[in-house]
C-alpha cells in the first residue's frame, strides 16, 4: 500500500492564479480531511469528506474548494490564490480514530 | 470553542525521561491524539487515549484525566532522533468522524 500520496511537492503561485491539490489513498477510508500548517503553528483543518459525494467545512475553508467524486480522491481547489494561502497542506485519511497523513505541499504565492 | 495548550518549546539531554503536556477544553470531548512531526515531515500517529489513565508502547507512554481537561506524552531513554514536534489532538466525534483540533506543538530538542 502507498498509503496516502499527494501532488505536487511544491509549487508557487502568483496572486489570483488557481489549481488543485492531489490527494489520493489505497486504504479505502471513507474519512478523507484537508489540514493547512502555517510555520510553528497546529495543523488546522480545511474541509473534510464522510465519503464519495459528501464533504463539509471545517475551520478555516474560505478561499477553499474540495469534492469527492470517490473513494479514493479528495482534490483542494484554491481558485484565486492570495500570499494568506502561503502554507504547507496535509491531506489526511481514517478509517476510525487514527489518521494518515500524506506527506505534503509547499505552496508559496508572490 | 476549543482551547488546546502545551509548551511552545523544551530541552532534554539524551537518555534522560522528558514529559510534554498539554491542556484543553471542548465541548463533545471524544479522545486526544498525540502525534509526532520531524522537520519538513507528515505528522505520524503515537497514541490515542479515550479513558482515564496511562497507555504505555514502548518508550512513549500517554496519560489522560478528562475531567481535569490534561493530558501528558512521556518519553523514555531519549534520543537524539526524538527531537522533533509533538502535536497534542483533541478529537471530537461528529458526522464527520473523528475532527480533530490540534495544539500549535511542542517543540523537543534532545542534547548530547
Known amino acids: 500500500n502507498a498509503g496516502v500520496t499527494q501532488t505536487p511537492k511544491f509549487r508557487i503561485l502568483k496572486i489570483g492564479q488557481s489549481m488543485t491539490l492531489q490527494c489520493t489513498q489505497d486504504?479505502?477510508?471513507?474519512?478523507m480531511y484537508w489540514y493547512r500548517q502555517d510555520p510553528g503553528m497546529g495543523l488546522k483543518l480545511i474541509y473534510y469528506?464522510?465519503?464519495?459525494?459528501?464533504?463539509d467545512k471545517g475551520e478555516v475553508p474560505n478561499g477553499y474548494n474540495v469534492s469527492r467524486s470517490t473513494t479514493e480522491d479528495f482534490p483542494l481547489r484554491l481558485e484565486l490564490a492570495a500570499p494568506s494561502q502561503t502554507s504547507v497542506y496535509f491531506c489526511?485519511?481514517?478509517?476510525?480514530?487514527?489518521?494518515?497523513f500524506g506527506p505534503g505541499t509547499r505552496l508559496t504565492v508572490t | 470553542g476549543q482551547n488546546i495548550d502545551q509548551p511552545t518549546e523544551m530541552t532534554a539531554t539524551e537518555g534522560a525521561i522528558v514529559q510534554i503536556n498539554c491542556t484543553y477544553q471542548?465541548?463533545?470531548?471524544?479522545?486526544l491524539f498525540w502525534y509526532q512531526q520531524h522537520a519538513g515531515e507528515a505528522p505520524t500517529f503515537l497514541s490515542y487515549?479515550?479513558?482515564?489513565g496511562l497507555e504505555e508502547k514502548g518508550r512513549f507512554s500517554s496519560f489522560l484525566s478528562r475531567s481535569k481537561g490534561y493530558s501528558y506524552l512521556l518519553l523514555k531513554e531519549l534520543q537524539m532522533k526524538d527531537s522533533a514536534s509533538y502535536l497534542c489532538a483533541v478529537s471530537r466525534l461528529t458526522g464527520g468522524g473523528n475532527k480533530l483540533t490540534f495544539g500549535t506543538g511542542t517543540q523537543l530538542k534532545v542534547e548530547l
Open positions: 487515549n479515550v479513558l482515564d
Open positions: 469528506s464522510v465519503g464519495a459525494g459528501i464533504t
Open positions: 486504504m479505502n477510508h471513507n474519512y
Open positions: 489526511a485519511s481514517s478509517y476510525e480514530d487514527e489518521q494518515y
Open positions: 471542548t465541548s463533545g470531548f471524544n479522545g
